[in-house]
């Protein structure tokens, strides 16, 4: 594993969305109080403007399964399972995954939503494990190094790559809810399929071990230094396979594997943290977590009256990168119909991962933003 982080950390260059700003603030003493709490002071109370009503017209958005109660119940039933904490599980409740996934998979056909939801509790929950200090292991790394080799060695096996015959002790209660993800999974897609999930989940808990190293260091990291773990821990990567489940559909690894393709994934992915980072800012705050967009860039020397209308700009910059790639893959696979439908079919689905975000950041009692909605659909945000 240690050479896997030391290479993703020589391929996560610096990337192209840079902030026009230079560090101007000074660096907190080492002497004074934790810089992160000391920028959360300074951060609360104050109000952001934040206009994405016009952001992804022409985009689908604001669909919801029609199933999403009948999700909810099954949401809590499978977190009691996971989840045998009860504060844990009341917080997990009300995160509302089930507004999640049937905001992302809106039209998936029953199974299959609740197969995606199985996996999007499943990774929240165990992300969560490491990211917050409501868990032994987010203060313990050697503790966490072996939870998530245990972790790794257990999603192998039941994703059947693994060439051991005696199933790996199950790490974690959460970890559960992926046993019967990967039995669902199995069921449907080849080795090549199940390989593809497999490495895109090792990079995911690599990069869950550099965010865990950089958390427990203490400081505010700058923006490269952000981004190159932040593009990692999202899980899009991973979500965006649950497409070929949710649309009952298998595209070939020409288009999968395509750099076109890992675009497209890219740039869903920037849209993505710049809606959660921005959304997510009141919430963090208030528990004096400042490793966020906002705070980066401000501590680097933005006003904050600028930063979200910045962010914006460059989300929207995204957004019509992604549509041009997506033009490219439609040219270049309309020499075969069925496999042209089925590819823009997926990419209306990555679209969908993106104004399905938006949508639940906004309603979702997680982040306490919906009082905060005008009635021309911008938000006034009282961090």
Same mark, same amino acid.
């Given at each position: ?107 998936? +056909? ?81 080795? +090549? ?91 963090? @705050? ?42 490219? /893959? ?12 089925? /590819?823009?079919?997926? @990419? ?20 306490? @933003? ?14």
């Amino acid at each position: 594993m240690g050479a896997t982080i030391s290479l993703l950390v020589r391929l996560y260059a610096p990337s192209r969305f840079l902030p026009r700003f230079q560090s101007t603030k000074d660096e907190e003493s080492s002497s004074s109080c934790d810089p992160n709490a000391a920028l959360s002071r300074e951060l609360r109370g104050k109000r952001i403007h934040v206009d994405m009503t016009k952001s992804f017209l022409g985009w689908p958005t604001g669909t919801s399964h029609p199933q999403y109660k009948r999700l909810q119940l099954e949401c809590d039933r499978v977190l009691e399972i996971g989840v045998l904490d009860p504060n844990r599980c009341r917080k997990f409740k009300k995160s509302d995954f089930a507004l999640f996934s049937s905001l992302w998979w809106p039209y998936a +056909e029953w199974e299959d939503l609740y197969t995606a939801m199985l996996f999007t509790v499943a990774l929240f929950v165990w992300d969560d494990t490491i990211d917050t200090n409501e868990h032994m292991l987010a203060s313990d790394f050697e503790r966490a190094e072996v939870w998530r080799e245990e972790s790794l060695s257990y999603f192998k096996y039941h994703l059947k790559l693994s060439p051991q015959d005696v199933e790996p002790p199950c790490p974690d209660d959460i970890c559960l809810l992926f046993k019967e993800f990967a039995e669902r999974f199995c069921e449907k897609f080849a080795e +090549e399929q199940r390989l593809r999930m497999f490495y895109k989940i090792e990079d995911f808990v690599a990069h869950n071990k550099l965010e865990q190293a950089e958390r427990l260091a203490g400081r505010i990291p700058n923006y490269d230094e952000y981004m190159r773990i932040r593009y990692g821990v999202t899980g899009v990567r991973m979500f965006t396979l649950l497409l070929e489940i949710t649309q009952q559909t298998v595209l070939p690894a020409c288009v999968m594997d395509s750099p076109e393709m890992e675009e497209i994934i890219k740039e869903c992915n920037f849209i993505i943290i710049v809606i959660n980072d921005i959304l997510s800012l009141k919430k963090e @705050i208030a528990t004096d977590c400042v490793v966020n967009l906002v705070p980066v860039l401000y501590k680097a020397g933005q006003p904050l009256e600028e930063i979200v209308p910045y962010l914006t700009e460059e989300m929207h910059a995204s957004r019509d990168r992604l549509d041009s790639t997506a033009e490219k /893959l439609d040219a270049m696979t309309r020499h075969d119909p069925e496999l042209n439908r089925s /590819l823009m079919a997926f @990419i209306d689905g990555i679209r969908t991962m993106d104004t399905g975000t938006l949508e639940y950041s906004i309603e979702a009692p997680r982040y306490g @933003i919906r009082q905060y909605l005008q009635p021309d659909g911008t938000l006034e945000i009282f961090l």
